[in-house]
């Protein structure tokens, strides 16, 4: 049941992040935004695999991240927002494992 | 907007040297600089060696975690140097004890021998065997938890800072009225890489901000910020000497984070805090906002924290607030919990308790009088100790009341005395946009629950997200009514929705309810009742689901219309309560006065969308207080008033964007901007409430009838404040001047009563009564300032006849900017 009419679409997006620098880093799931539609809104994420917490220098991790979407939506975007970047990253979905998300 | 005046700044930064800044017969206060050498500010990266009873704060950056997992850049005072690259940045600190004997300890709880209270809740002495489901409370027997960013200081101790600026650009630490009111205590601007040492003896008990007053709100804003409390060291269950006793104490510090200015003080840019005023995104109460903050999230360490500083909890008990140090003759007293309420953040916060009112007793380290005869009127607020269920915190404000922690007073009896389990009620910023995360996600902002603690205390639901959280409401089809009774008085509220033409000639898609017979129209038809009658109001949603919220009258959960305290309806049901009998000359009971009831569900957007109608309750006639022919009395011994004049006003705004979105818009987690309130189109709602409704789509008022000096029974004018922005009433002569001419009588459904005298033999007067008969009432104003969700009673009292006029402003809640004006003649006779 669903009274809220809230979205029930599902996207599961999985991730890559690098961190190329020689510190620790705070990465955190909820970098990740999916945007729906060109100009539609930014989405926060339902679920992910874990909490934001320390990266360590140059590792990467495999991660996931979860968002609610409308059951029809098209054109979906996945966006990572750096603090250390002045632009947001984003990813047309199905392309999201072609590259890392790098920061 | 209420700011605190600074008569001058207590600074000692000559150059180098120490200088003894003495204020005030007892307090002193010390500033040492020590200027940085060139290339200091990498050396300050290792920790200063500390030093015995001195406690470093170092300003450090770093990005911080948003209730949503976005990283927001922040600034704070921190407890060790860390750089901004750091994974888990020291921005604030454990909390802090500067003991009278010296010592500095680091503490969660205090006092540092009382028992802490498991999961922040104190345990009873033994039940009340003279009431029913009511406790016996321990007297001074519990510590309390603080959030982090505390520093306490006992009276006596002797309080020493010393900061070290680890950024960039100079900062500094600035304390607000310690030492006299209106003045500050200031390390001086601190430079780069320099170091302040401040030191001052804490002699005034109360509740203070340490923060950077750099180009004011932003860097408190970004994140410098934080509490002094000032403690008696000889009564520490008290909030002075002499003052006002607890059974425990919490401090809630009310935060907004605007991640653009954060973003820009990353990359060094000057903010101008007046070209581009804060826009806040996160709301926070103690550093958390949403589920953290409700302690349902998968995290047991927040959830533990969240309980332990910030959900209030306690067993109900007889409380009385003529006097809270009552004895009861078994050791216990009659006293409730101690909330000091902070506000850092820069828009006005609207704490609204949901279960029990709340009894407001200091403002800004002072006391609020209990005497009529030293009652005022401060910039449109009263001054008096008042019960409330709507508390206004204006930036920098610190105000402390008392929970009362008491028997819900509108429960029925088969109810109450069938409880197995807590009551969960929410407290909650009734200037809805902070009740938002990332533009929606509600409740995801300053929200908290309170807790009346029960037999048992069944788990509740966890979420992995606020995305979760505020998608997942529990809701049910057609819920019983338990304990249903035959009501005395009984209504119907369907849900619709339709275009409704507005005074000014704009049409919006607006939401509402309607009865049998009241067409689709804005407000909502009046819920009436009169104390003691069991009411009952059916709600059929139809195809969403929604609640109503009786705002200000008190019943258990079930019929508090909350989601995530009870349920949301999807078929239909019926809320039932029975409003509390007034005494006369008792402070503590009664429920006449002024409410209104709301839809609970997404409440940001659908209160905005007009899901709201008045609900007042008429109060019972008792033998010694006859009401005349064509009068009623505003409580039970309140004033007479007219029957047939008797008015009510709603300032409301519309913000037409919000009017496209959708039932559930930000619920999946989409950024739909509701942390931005934008009015366009302002308006004056109600009227005459005696006789037919008006026949438009939006009851308004082109004009009051108000009865002159020379009518035998006076007129009642009620006004509710139905939008997120604080609203200011004056009342203004043929000539345009202010007239007093409203006299305040009761707030939230409670009289202004003086209570003074600690007997409970002895009536507690309303203030009117209380100043006697030939003296005007200290609360009679030209102006009223009140904001969100808060309702005032006026009786009117013209100087003659004429036509008077009642003006509404609007301010922007951050800005305090005057957005539009509107007036309503009064026409007296």
């Known amino acids: ?39 539609g809104p930014t989405v926060t994420a339902y679920d992910a695999a874990r909490a934001p917490g320390g990266l360590p220098a140059r ?45 | 907007m209420t700011t605190v005046p600074r008569r001058r700044t207590v600074l000692g930064a000559a150059a180098g040297g120490a200088v003894v800044v003495g204020v005030g017969s007892s307090a002193v206060g010390r500033a040492r600089q020590h200027a940085a050498a060139p290339g200091a500010l990498q050396d300050t990266a290792a920790a200063t060696a500390a030093t015995a009873g001195v406690l470093d704060l170092y300003v450090n950056e770093g990005m911080v975690p948003m209730v949503d997992g976005s990283l927001v850049y922040m600034r704070g005072f921190g407890e060790r140097p860390t750089e901004v690259t750091d994974p888990a940045p020291s921005l604030t600190i454990t909390p802090q004890v500067f003991l009278a004997d010296g010592r500095l300890e680091a503490s969660r709880s205090y006092p540092l021998d009382a028992e802490p209270p498991g999961d922040g809740r104190p345990g009873p002495a033994g039940t009340d065997a003279a009431h029913r489901g009511e406790y016996r409370i321990r007297r001074a027997y519990w510590a309390s938890f603080f959030p982090r960013r505390t520093i306490i200081a006992e009276t006596g101790s002797t309080v020493r800072l010393r900061v ?84 425990r104490q919490w401090l809630w510090l009310c935060q907004d984070v605007d991640p653009v200015w954060s973003r820009r003080a990353r990359a060094g840019e000057a903010i101008d805090p007046r070209a581009t005023p804060a826009l806040p995104r996160y709301f926070m109460l103690n550093d958390r906002s949403g589920f953290h903050s409700l302690a349902v999230s998968m995290n047991e360490e927040i959830n533990r924290a969240s309980e332990e500083e910030t959900l209030a909890s306690g067993y109900p008990r007889q409380s009385d607030v003529r006097n809270f140090s009552l004895p009861d003759g078994q050791g216990s007293v009659s006293t409730g919990q101690l909330i000091r309420m902070v506000n850092l953040g820069v828009v006005i916060h609207q704490m609204h308790f949901h279960g029990n009112h709340v009894w407001t007793v200091r403002k800004n380290a002072a006391d609020h009088p209990r005497r009529a005869a030293e009652a005022r009127i401060e910039r449109g607020h009263p001054i008096l100790q008042q019960w409330e269920d709507v508390v206004e915190l204006d930036p920098m404000e610190r105000k402390e009341i008392v929970l009362p922690v008491k028997r819900p007073p509108d429960v029925l009896d088969d109810v109450w005395n069938a409880r197995t389990e807590d009551y969960h009620y929410p407290m909650h910023c009734h200037a809805e946009p902070s009740q938002t995360a990332a533009g929606g996600l509600y409740p995801g902002g300053l929200v908290a629950d309170w807790v009346l603690a029960g037999p048992t205390s069944p788990k509740h639901p966890h979420f992995v997200s606020q995305a979760e959280f505020a998608s997942n409401q529990p809701h049910e089809g057609s819920p019983t009514t338990e304990f249903r009774k035959r009501p005395d008085r009984s209504f119907l509220r369907n849900f619709y929705n339709r275009r409704l033409r507005f005074p000014d000639g704009a049409e919006f898609e607006m939401w509402s309810f309607e009865d049998e017979t009241s067409g689709r129209r804005f407000p909502a038809p009046m819920i009436r009742i009169n104390e003691d009658q069991i009411a009952h109001v059916r709600l059929e949603p139809s195809k969403r689901a929604h609640t109503i919220h009786l705002h200000g009258q008190e019943p258990d959960p079930r019929n508090d219309g909350v989601g995530h305290t009870s349920f949301e309806v999807t078929g239909s049901y019926t809320y039932q309560w029975r409003p509390q009998k007034g005494v006369p000359g008792d402070p503590n009971k009664g429920s ?40 009623r009395r505003a409580f039970v011994d309140g004033p007479e008033y007219d029957i047939a004049t008797e008015a009510l006003l709603v300032p409301f705004a519309v913000d037409p964007r919000w009017h496209e979105l959708s039932h559930a818009a930000g619920l999946s987690g989409e ?53 997120y922005f604080p609203t200011q009433l004056t009342f203004l002569d043929q000539a345009g001047q202010p007239v007093r001419m409203g006299e305040l009588v009761a707030h939230d459904g409670r009289p202004f009563r003086d209570t003074s005298n600690p007997d409970p033999a002895v009536p507690c007067l309303p203030v009117h009564d209380a100043m006697g008969v030939d003296a005007s009432s200290p609360l009679l104003t030209d102006m009223l300032a009140f904001g969100a969700a808060e309702r005032y009673d006026l009786i009117l009292r013209p100087p003659s006849s004429g036509t008077f006029t009642a003006r509404f402003q609007w301010f922007h809640w951050a800005t305090g900017r005057e957005l539009a004006v509107r007036t309503v003649p009064l026409i007296v006779g």
């Open chain 1, 1 to 39: 049941m669903n009274p809220h009419g809230v979205w029930t679409g599902s996207v599961l997006v999985g991730v890559e992040v690098h961190n190329g620098l020689d510190r620790p880093m705070l990465f955190s799931p909820g970098q990740f935004r999916l945007r729906v539609g060109a100009d």
């Open chain 2, 164 to 247: 070290h600026n680890r950024l960039k650009g100079p900062h500094q630490l600035a304390i607000p009225d310690v030492l006299e009111p209106g003045e500050t205590l200031t390390t001086g601007e601190i430079q780069p890489g320099g170091t302040a040492e401040l030191t001052f003896t804490a002699a005034r008990a109360g509740t203070y901000v340490y923060s950077d007053p750099t180009n004011a709100p932003v860097e408190r804003l970004l994140g410098l910020s934080g509490v002094l409390l000032v403690v008696p060291d000889d009564d520490p269950w008290r909030n002075a000497s002499g003052g006002t006793e607890f059974e």
């Open chain 2, 671 to 723: 950024d739909v901007g509701l942390n931005r309130f934008e009015p366009k189109n302002f308006y004056v709602l109600g009227g005459v409430l005696a006789g037919p409704r008006s026949v438009g789509d939006v009851q308004y008022p082109k004009q009051l009838v108000v009865n002159g000096p020379g009518a035998r029974i006076p007129t009642l004018l009620r006004v509710l404040n139905a939008n």
């Open chain 2, 592 to 631: 006449a006065g002024s409410y209104f009831y709301h839809c609970h569900v997404n409440t940001v957007l659908h209160v905005q969308m007009g899901m709201l109608g008045p609900l007042i309750v008429d109060p019972v006639v008792h033998p010694a207080y006859p009401v005349s022919a064509g009068a």
């Open chain 1, 59 to 103: 590792s990467t991790l495999t991660t996931w991240v979860r968002f609610r979407a409308p059951e029809d939506a098209e054109d979906l975007a996945v966006e990572f927002t750096d603090p250390d970047a002045t632009d947001v990253l984003s990813l047309r979905l199905g392309r999201a494992t072609d590259t890392g998300v790098a920061s």
